[in-house]
T-cell receptor, first 112, second 114 residues
Framework: KQEVTQIPAALSVPEGENLVLNCSFT??????LQWFRQDPGKGLTSLLL?????REQTSGRLNASLDKSSGRSTLYIAASQPGDSATYLC???????????FGPGTSLSVIP | EAQVTQNPRYLITVTGKKLTVTCSQN?????MSWYRQDPGLGLRQIYY???????DKGDVPEGYKVSRKEKRNFPLILESPSPNQTSLYFC?????????????FGPGTRLTVT
């Protein structure tokens, strides 16, 4: 059964730092991996979607990589800002059952 | 504006009283899905639908029903709610569903069952 984990569970950094969030999954049979952002009391906003055949995707200060064989993805945030404070979740779409499995999230706090 | 809407946003109810949470999307998406989010357990998929009249169970379907009579709507039905269904619920949609498409999420419905 697919399991998705995220490390660290929480992270606090000063403004301006570059940071890396990690996502691991146990079954490499995935269609894609998606990174989301969730603000307190709000829904989820899609940040980046990486297809299984891709290695990375970039959007502004965000860069996500995917290594399917090792079951890992990283989300790199450059020059962090207080507005980046949120919970970041990764999710994989399985090929076997068309299901989406989420990780537990990393709570990020960027201190001004 | 492209969006996924859910109603109600907040609901407090009692055990056993049937309720429906509506979900609607205006993007002509084929794939729709329901999730629940619980502290320590993260987001878990309840049901999903690949298209009209096509639904399937996710990881935690017990106690829930869905229907997909029209493309834009995907209501979540709790026939006899119980306290363990107290949770934050999200509806999502995507253009073609798996594989390879970005999901859009609604704002969430916070349900409390007493």
């Amino acid at each position: 059964k697919q399991e998705v984990t995220q490390i660290p569970a929480a992270l606090s950094v000063p403004e301006g730092e570059n940071l890396v969030l990690n996502c691991s999954f146990t079954d490499s049979a995935i269609y894609n991996l998606q990174w989301f952002r969730q603000d307190p009391g709000k829904g989820l906003t899609s940040l980046l979607l990486i297809q299984s055949s891709q290695r990375e995707q970039t959007s502004g200060r965000l860069n996500a990589s995917l290594d399917k064989s090792s079951g890992r993805s990283t989300l790199y945030i450059a020059a962090s800002q207080p507005g980046d404070s949120a919970t970041y979740l990764c999710a994989v779409e399985e090929t076997s059952y068309d299901k989406v499995i989420f990780g537990p999230g990393t709570s990020l706090s960027v201190i001004p | 504006e492209a969006q996924v809407t859910q109603n109600p946003r907040y609901l407090i109810t009692v055990t056993g009283k049937k309720l429906t949470v509506t979900c609607s999307q205006n993007m002509n998406h084929e794939y729709m899905s329901w999730y629940r989010q619980d502290p320590g357990l993260g987001l878990r998929q309840i049901y999903y639908s690949m298209n009209v009249e096509v639904t399937d169970k996710g990881d935690v379907p017990e106690g829930y029903k869905v229907s997909r009579k029209e493309k834009r709507n995907f209501p979540l039905i709790l026939e006899s709610p119980s306290p363990n269904q107290t949770s934050l619920y999200f509806c999502a949609s995507s253009s073609t569903g798996p594989p390879s498409d970005e999901q859009y999420f609604g704002p969430g419905t916070r349900l409390t069952v007493t």
